[in-house]
């Protein structure tokens, strides 16, 4: 699965491995973020300097989670049905 820029779906499609691609804003471009140093000295909060219509990463994930939880309990609720 990747969570990425509408760009890299191109690139997906040629991978020989089955992908799930889901297009998402760009943290400190069309959504906020934060930029890490990876020296661990720098952490820098960005605001999003553009609306690009995408998802967040968070908004995404939290779609997901929702799904499965709401797939989880209808699992459940069919326990011991014939």
Known sequence: ???GHPDLAAR???SDAPT??????TPGIG???HLFRTDGTVLMPLDAVLDSGLP???QVLAGI?????????G?????GAP
């Open 31 to 33: 959504e906020p973020g």
């Open 20 to 25: 799930v691609f889901i297009p998402v804003a």
């Open 56 to 58: 967040s990463v968070a």
């Open 75 to 79: 699992a459940r609720g069919t326990e």
């Open 65 to 73: 989670e929702r799904s499965l939880a709401k797939s989880h309990d």
């Open 12 to 14: 997906c499609r040629r």
């Open 1 to 3: 699965m990747v969570l």
